[in-house]
């Protein structure tokens, strides 16, 4: 009757921005993450018959705005006829901030969400029904290098290396706080309505995945950094060709993209990516770590410094 799960965010190297069907929330292309170990979510499901209506608690305070996705995730999980269930969620990063933390919240939700109504769901069963609620949430299921395939009528999640496969790093440079003006659905949503580069991109993203997957298998940081930067830049000009345009960027993260430039024109293993948020992830070899995590901080306009490696899928803590 109450189950604790925990999961971490992921990282997209390759990137999901569009959807092919809104309602079910199937996207309009596959992805390639990683899934980070230092920064979590846990979710905390409990039933209780007393209850008229679900209720969340968001780090120690009531969250309406998101109630209703979490009632559906519930819904999703357990069926429409189930009791309502007191959902409490805690993060130890900023969440709402382009830091991918509702891929993280679901991930966590569904898993125990499934213990606590009994359910006994598998993980491609969690992943899928994690992926309706949001999409990149299906990939926080498993750990590592996660590839989600976008099939005919539903997704699937695959591990492509675990974590301690190739142990890379994840700097991430925080340049603003607060919750973005435009969620990552709605703005995909006007891209695929407005933007005169969306069908290309849809149209070529099999050759980014294609090219990705291989460099992730072959560890090839060079070859992963150059489709990785690529496919980030390809999805910011979708964003900055619909209309109204959308721009997550401030002039700190385009300073961190100049210091990323800068590592590597010194011969840095280094890449970065940006999501529906201003903040920078830099991807790079354990040995390095320091190095980006220094020119970062020293870029104008960051505010705060995280660094994670790359760790396992979602969890269950307790039962
Ligand atoms: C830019 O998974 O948040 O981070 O399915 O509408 O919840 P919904 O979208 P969401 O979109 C993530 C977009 C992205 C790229 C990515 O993580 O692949």
Same mark, same amino acid.
């Given at each position: 009757?109450?189950?604790?799960?925990?999961?971490?965010?992921?990282?997209? =190297?390759?990137?999901?921005?569009?959807?092919?069907? *809104?309602?079910?929330?199937? *996207?309009?292309?596959?992805?390639?993450?990683?899934?980070?170990?230092?920064?979590?979510?846990?979710?905390?499901?409990?039933?209780? %018959? /007393?209850?008229?209506?679900?209720?969340?608690?968001?780090?120690?305070?009531?969250? !309406?705005?998101?109630?209703?996705?979490?009632?559906?995730?519930?819904?999703?999980?357990?069926?429409?006829?189930?009791?309502?269930?007191?959902?409490?969620?805690?993060?130890?990063?900023?969440?709402?901030?382009?830091?991918?933390?509702?891929?993280?919240?679901?991930?966590? =939700?569904?898993?125990?969400? %499934?213990? #606590?109504?009994?359910?006994?769901?598998?993980?491609?069963?969690?992943?899928?029904?994690?992926?309706?609620?949001?999409?990149? /949430? /299906?990939?926080?299921?498993?750990?590592?290098?996660? &590839?989600?395939? !976008?099939?005919? %009528?539903?997704?699937?999640?695959?591990?492509? =290396?675990?974590?301690?496969?190739? *142990?890379?790093?994840?700097?991430?440079? $925080?340049?603003?706080?607060?919750?973005?003006?435009?969620?990552? @659905?709605?703005?995909?949503?006007?891209?695929?309505?407005?933007?005169?580069?969306?069908?290309?991109?849809? &149209?070529?993203?099999?050759?980014?995945?294609?090219? #990705?997957?291989?460099?992730?298998? %072959?560890?090839?940081?060079?070859?992963?950094?150059?489709? #990785?930067?690529?496919?980030?830049?390809?999805?910011?000009?979708?964003?900055?060709?619909?209309?109204? *345009?959308?721009?997550?960027?401030?002039?700190?993260?385009?300073?961190?993209?100049?210091?990323?430039?800068?590592?590597?024109?010194?011969?840095?293993?280094?890449?970065?990516?940006?999501?529906?948020?201003?903040?920078?992830?830099?991807?790079?070899?354990?040995?390095?770590?320091?190095?980006?995590?220094?020119? =970062?901080?020293?870029?104008?306009?960051?505010?705060?410094? $995280?660094?994670? @490696?790359?760790?396992?899928?979602?969890?269950?803590?307790?039962?």
């Amino acid at each position: 009757m109450r189950a604790i799960a925990r999961a971490q965010p992921n990282i997209a =190297l390759i990137k999901y921005w569009g959807k092919r069907d *809104p309602i079910r929330n199937l *996207p309009a292309v596959g992805s390639i993450s990683v899934t980070l170990s230092d920064l979590f979510t846990e979710m905390d499901v409990e039933i209780d %018959d /007393a209850l008229n209506d679900d209720v969340l608690i968001v780090n120690g305070q009531d969250d !309406n705005a998101m109630l209703a996705r979490v009632s559906s995730c519930l819904d999703n999980v357990a069926g429409k006829d189930r009791s309502a269930g007191r959902v409490t969620s805690k993060s130890n990063f900023p969440i709402a901030a382009g830091l991918a933390s509702s891929a993280a919240a679901f991930a966590a =939700l569904v898993v125990a969400a %499934d213990a #606590a109504y009994g359910q006994a769901l598998n993980r491609a069963q969690q992943a899928s029904l994690a992926g309706r609620t949001s999409g990149s /949430a /299906a990939r926080s299921l498993l750990g590592g290098f996660v &590839e989600l395939e !976008n099939h005919r %009528d539903d997704i699937v999640v695959k591990s492509l =290396l675990d974590a301690d496969d190739w *142990p890379l790093k994840v700097v991430i440079a $925080i340049t603003a706080s607060g919750p973005k003006a435009v969620s990552s @659905g709605d703005a995909m949503e006007i891209s695929r309505k407005t933007s005169p580069f969306y069908d290309r991109w849809v &149209e070529q993203q099999a050759a980014d995945l294609a090219e #990705a997957r291989v460099a992730v298998l %072959d560890r090839d940081l060079p070859k992963l950094a150059s489709i #990785a930067e690529h496919n980030c830049l390809k999805m910011h000009s979708v964003m900055w060709g619909s209309r109204p *345009p959308m721009i997550y960027w401030n002039s700190a993260t385009i300073a961190c993209m100049q210091s990323i430039r800068e590592l590597q024109s010194h011969g840095v293993a280094v890449f970065f990516t940006i999501d529906a948020g201003p903040q920078v992830k830099a991807i790079c070899a354990a040995e390095d770590e320091q190095t980006v995590r220094q020119a =970062l901080i020293a870029t104008t306009g960051v505010v705060e410094v $995280i660094v994670s @490696g790359l760790g396992e899928g979602a969890k269950l803590v307790t039962a």
